[in-house]
């Protein structure tokens, strides 16, 4: 179980505040892995198939890349925000693909703090995911509604 050491409120969450969600190394394995279960295209599952696409050998399902982003990103941010629901995800671009070894390295930006008289605020972040060259594979934003801390 996660131990929150911090909770982070809606007035705490500024705009422009950057937090870096830390990394996650990706192999063909884990590849092929969650395609099987979720995005069984052959360019995410089949090596030989793969390497006669556009693409030239086997890539991670743009979903496989977003559940990192979201898994990196309630491990070293949201985990600690008074997140009261999930509103929208909106403007997701799939950037870069993905290949086995990359290391994917990830940050949130606050974009949006819109406080509330119901005691709740809706922020929007930037979810961002990068390479090993620092190019961006994947983004998106995310909606919450975040908890005041007083109201």
């Given at each position: 179980m996660r131990q929150t050491l911090r909770v982070l409120y809606a007035e705490d969450l500024t705009v422009g505040e950057?937090?870096?969600i830390g990394s996650w190394h990706v192999t063909a394995d884990e590849i092929v892995r969650f395609a099987?279960?979720?995005d069984p295209v052959p360019i995410h599952v089949d090596e030989e198939a793969a390497a006669l696409s556009?693409?030239?050998g086997l890539i991670a399902s743009g979903l496989h890349t977003m559940a990192i982003a979201v898994r990196l990103g309630y491990d070293n941010f949201a985990g600690d925000v008074a997140i009261h629901a999930g509103?929208?995800?909106r403007e997701l671009r799939m950037l870069k693909p993905v290949r086995p070894a990359m290391t994917l390295t990830g940050s949130i930006e606050i974009i949006e703090q819109r406080l509330r008289d119901d005691g709740r605020g809706v922020i929007s972040w930037r979810n961002q995911l990068r390479d090993d060259e620092g190019n961006p594979v994947l983004q998106f934003v995310a909606e919450v509604l975040v908890?005041?801390?007083?109201?």
């Open positions: 950057c937090f870096e099987r279960d979720w556009p693409f030239g509103r929208a995800i908890n005041c801390r007083n109201r």
